[in-house]
């Protein structure tokens, strides 16, 4: 899923579209903000960055994975404090999978923009010794693509469920450079057992090696069990 989870309910409140709003707009004048700051890279320090930017990459799918895997595996919908916030809108995904398309881009990403300003805040920090050092450049890049990948992973998600996406796109699902519909509509099948990282999908066999450690799912309510069809488990 995400690091915070779509808002799924019926309604959409004003406060909730103007909370989405501005945190996405903070997200993107912080990281304008950011990309001022940065120094310029030195030759040696290409290497670095692009290592780093790999990296960050890869964690924020691997954070993607493991959040949904608690989601999915942990708690249920009526656990205090976390179940009606954290855990009820990963079941309902299960049960109508292809609900993540019919929502906007401020609604999908609003919680995850304000959730990384922090991360932003640390980059602004650090930004003057980009490209001076190995670890500067491998830091900065690390923070860089760990944060645009994480705020973008509902969207991401989303593209994986739907039947037409921009050319762009497309082309990096079929590289495996972002989530392809093919590789998640494996978690879409069975028990949702499986696959759980929205971003590229490169984290998933050490997230899937969790299950070793717990055998055993919540059991869940009528009203929690997927309701997934054929048609959408083709698609997802």
């Avoid at 009820?88 to 304000?114: C, S, W, Y």
């Amino acid at each position: 899923m995400s690091l915070a989870p779509v808002y799924h309910g019926p309604v959409r409140t004003r406060g909730l579209v103007i909370f989405d709003a501005v945190s996405v707009t903070a997200f993107a004048l912080v990281s304008v903000w950011v990309a001022t700051r940065l120094g310029a890279p030195s030759e040696g320090s290409i290497g670095w960055i692009g290592l780093g930017a790999l990296a960050g990459l890869a964690a924020a799918d691997l954070a993607t994975g493991a959040i949904h895997w608690i989601g999915d595996r942990c708690f249920r919908v009526s656990t205090p404090w976390i179940g009606r916030v954290l855990i009820q809108p990963f079941r309902e995904h299960h049960g109508d999978p292809a609900a993540i398309t019919r929502h906007g881009f401020l609604e999908v990403t609003g919680n995850n923009a304000l959730l990384l300003l922090p991360v932003l805040a640390l980059m602004a920090w650090f930004a003057p010794v980009f490209g001076h050092t190995a670890g500067a450049s491998f830091g900065l890049a690390f923070l860089g693509a760990f944060a645009a990948a994480a705020v973008l992973s509902n969207p991401i998600h989303r593209w994986a469920h739907m039947r037409r996406v921009p050319a762009s796109v497309a082309f990096l699902q079929r590289h495996r450079i972002l989530l392809s519909p093919a590789h998640h509509a494996r978690h879409h099948q069975g028990a949702h057992r499986t696959h759980f990282c929205v971003v590229t999908g490169w984290m998933n066999p050490l997230i899937d090696g969790l299950g070793r450690f717990r055998k055993r799912k919540p059991a869940l309510s009528a009203a929690e069990r997927p309701r997934a069809t054929g048609s959408e488990l083709g698609r997802a």
